[in-house]
């Protein structure tokens, strides 16, 4: 199932109670430049258009700001290798204690069941960043599965 992220487009109201990213039902993958990855959807409430961005002086990366989210301002941290105004989708993410955050990457691909991407072997302990759950195979390639809050507050090389 391809998403096609419109401006209130839901992904299933995630307010419930959460199940562990190990038991997850579905997974949504998104872009990250050229890297493809995969996130729980137990995490994700929603995704929409990264639209409206406002920045503001003294924000420290990966902050890149705030965006009008039907009347409620939403924190958005900033994954995308393309950091054009305008340009990507965020994933709304809702914490078990209610705290909601917005992470802004290049494209969201799709929504998948957890079979549809089978494991790769098991790299070595310590081998991956810590934000990297495990490798699955893709089509196309490698989709490393995420713990998202983890990657979006992880430390990232300056782009060139």
């Not at 909601?100 to 302990?125: H, I, S, W």
């Not at 990297?132 to 196309?140: K, Q």
């Amino acid at each position: 199932m391809t998403v096609t992220a419109g401006p209130t487009e839901r992904t299933g109201d995630r307010s419930a109670a959460r199940e562990p990213d190990d038991q997850a039902p579905g997974l949504v993958t998104f872009c990250v430049g050229p890297r493809l990855y995969a996130a729980s959807l137990t995490r994700v409430r929603e995704v929409v258009r990264l639209v409206g961005l406002l920045e503001l002086d003294g924000m420290d990366p990966p902050l890149a700001g705030v965006v009008d989210l039907r009347g409620a301002f939403l924190p958005v941290l900033d994954l995308r290798h393309d950091r054009r105004p305008e340009r990507g989708d965020v994933l709304v993410l809702e914490d078990a204690d209610g705290t909601v955050v917005g992470v802004a990457v290049d494209q969201v691909r799709a929504v998948l069941d957890v079979a549809d991407l089978p494991p790769a072997p098991r790299a070595g302990p310590g081998m991956l960043p810590s934000y990297v759950l495990d490798v699955l195979v893709g089509a196309d390639g490698p989709v490393f599965r995420v713990d998202l809050p983890v990657m979006a507050r992880a430390p990232r090389a300056p782009q060139t």
